[in-house]
């Protein structure tokens, strides 16, 4: 950037004054082209900037939005440190929530610290923050309070995970008012799941007048979060419409390990609107996101888990 087109950045898009000591110029917060010295100059200037304004915003939108994630939602179990798998459904979880810390931790740490809970005859605990557990001899319905009084602990302190399966559970119960209103709360506290909860009720009219708008909207920032699903969802709105940006947003979610994606790259490659080595590329960063997930103790507590039904 040149000394003139710098000088020009630090002055009032609208009335020219200088930024300063004494004159603080801030940012179209659309664009972030211009700079203003004050509400007024911006109002001044709306006419001028509007339409190169919605050009960048949408530009700046599209490399946000479309910007490949490190690694899903979920993050690395914070006992051994891999990756935590993802799943399609609730059934096909592969890590636990704890209801006393607020973690997620993957089942071959959950299953190898029951293990060696059993064999040095230790009272059971949580594999995190170690939390003692009752009794496996007691009722199953008095575990289920003492988790719920654990979860509101946190609730009460604005965990957002405990806000999220606070949801979950009114969801589960069919009270889907009650549980929109802990799924906004805990997005508002950056709870990817959650965006990703509300942009579903606002698609089915769960709890919420059905809106399309929003229900986009949130799955966006659940997907800008690395949740394949709502990668996934996206892309399919996409493909629906008729826009390309679906194969983009299919791209993101296979390469996070997400299977369906994949499938749909798939298809795109046999009706020949995929190339064979973007293809190969995707197939290749998606058994990489895969296989970083795997280890001995997690595919150990998946076999233990299929004996087990």
Known sequence: MSATEAAADER?????????DNIKLKNCTACKLVKYCCVECQR???S??????????????????FKQPESTHLGDCPICL??????????DLKFSKMSCCSKLVCDGCVVANALREIEERLPSRCPFCRTLYQSTDEKIDL???????????????NDPLALHNMGMKSFNAGDYATATEYFEKAAELGNIESHFAISVAYDKGQGVETNIKKAIYHAEQAAIGGHPNARHSLGMWEEGNGNIDAVKHFIIAANLGYDDSLQKLKEYYTLGVFSKEDFAAALRAHQAAVDATRSPQRDAAAAANVAHG
């Open 82 to 91: 891999l990756p935590i798998p993802i799943a399609t459904t609730q059934d």
């Open 48 to 65: 001028q900037h509007k339409r190169a304004c919605k050009k960048r915003a949408a530009e700046l939108k599209d490399e946000f939005l």
């Open 44 to 46: 001044n200037h709306r």
């Open 143 to 157: 575990n289920e309070k003492i988790d719920l009084n654990k979860t509101m602990k946190r609730v009460k302190v």
């Open 12 to 20: 009032c898009a609208s009335c020219g004054i200088a930024g300063g």
